[in-house]
């Protein structure tokens, strides 16, 4: 599976963006997709994930929640999945990456197989 990322940019604070990652591959309805991102000097985080069939879903749970704000979907018609994000904050600057594993959800990076090349989103305050 490749997966390519894009729809990052440059947003003031309270904005939206719509993250897409579309995938290669015929066996893409078969994985989990999540997102995850990376600040400048930090870890990468989980974001959310999305399972096979679109009826689970994760979001992260640290401190700036992105529940509430952040949507995530998939089409598996079109192997691409997305990330709806509204009220955007400067915390939520990061470069954000897609990834995807066979079998059911996971919030942890190293349980991915497949990793896109990431996308950057600036949020200014």
């Known amino acids: 599976v490749q997966l390519q990322a894009s729809g990052g940019g440059l947003v003031q604070a309270g904005g939206s963006l719509r993250l897409s990652c579309a995938a290669s591959?015929?066996?893409?309805?078969?994985?989990?997709l999540g997102w995850f991102r990376q600040a400048p000097g930090k870890e990468r985080e989980f974001v959310s994930a999305?399972?096979?069939?679109?009826?689970?879903?994760?979001?992260?749970d640290y401190g700036t929640s992105v529940e509430g704000r952040f949507t995530i979907s998939r089409d598996n018609a079109k192997n691409t999945v997305y990330l709806q994000m509204n009220s955007l904050k400067p915390e939520d600057t990061a470069v954000y990456y897609c990834?995807?594993?066979?079998?059911?959800?996971?919030?942890?990076?190293?349980?991915?197989?497949?990793w896109g090349q990431g996308t950057q989103v600036t949020v200014s305050s």
């Open positions: 990834a995807a594993r066979r079998g059911g959800n996971s919030r942890s990076l190293h349980d991915y197989d497949y």
């Open positions: 591959g015929q066996t893409f309805s078969t994985y989990a």
């Open positions: 999305i399972s096979w069939g679109g009826r689970h879903i994760y979001y992260a």
